[in-house]
């Protein structure tokens, strides 16, 4: 009995404990926009051109694969009638493989864009994580949410929780007037370049 009476007086100071806690330090929850504060930073813009220079490099290096599959194609439609079977099947053999080779390359360009994106973004996002990390411990912030995304966390929020400019102002940037037109959302990785569908050669000796 002694113990149960124990046990009780222990859940009892605990709860006693946790709400003095509770009390002495109130839940403060912040949010932000992820993506509207990455839209106003300077690296954004600097991101986005990089990413646009390296997209058209893998564009060209795709256009130059697909342009020796065109003028291979072409004159192998031209000369099949006149091919032995054994020079045929060798030409049809190269434009299959030019064909492989860029869907293979149109696959890595796809990676290799995600890849460098993520590469450029990570010291801004590490610097817009370390200003939300001050301001959440200068304002008292329990928590901060993200209120991105189709699915966000923040479902609703009273606009003095909205920390975002708060973070603009952490970084040295001025936050756009209040009413003044969105900004984009940052840096979204552009399309890998994608040719019109490679056909496969199709001629045949004339009997």
């Not at 009780?8 to 926009?33: D, E």
């Not at 992820?34 to 600097?46: G, I, N």
């Not at 209120?147 to 909205?162: I, T």
């Amino acid at each position: 009995m002694n113990k149960i009476r124990l046990a009780l007086a222990a859940v009892v100071l605990t709860f006693a404990t946790a709400t003095s806690v509770l009390a002495q330090a109130p839940l403060k929850i912040g949010y932000t926009s992820v993506s509207y504060v990455l839209a106003q930073m300077p690296e954004s813009k600097q991101i986005e051109s990089q990413l646009k220079t390296y997209s058209s490099q893998l564009e060209a290096q795709l256009k130059t694969k697909y342009t020796e599959y065109q003028t291979k194609g072409e004159a192998y439609q031209k000369g099949a009638s006149t091919m032995s079977d054994v020079v045929r099947a060798d030409k049809e053999k190269e434009l299959q493989n030019i064909q492989q080779s860029i869907q293979e390359f149109q696959r890595n360009a796809d990676q290799s864009l995600q890849q460098r994106q993520q590469t450029l973004l990570k010291p801004a996002l590490d610097k817009l994580q370390k200003a939300i990390d001050d301001v959440a411990k200068e304002s008292g912030y329990t928590y901060v949410l993200n209120s991105d995304g189709d699915s966000p966390v923040l479902l609703h929020g009273p606009e003095e929780g909205n920390i975002s400019d708060l973070v603009l102002k952490k970084m040295g940037i001025t936050p756009p007037a209040p009413g003044a037109a969105p900004t984009a959302a940052a840096t979204p990785a552009p399309a890998a370049p994608k040719p019109a569908a490679t056909p496969a050669p199709s001629g045949k000796k004339k009997k």
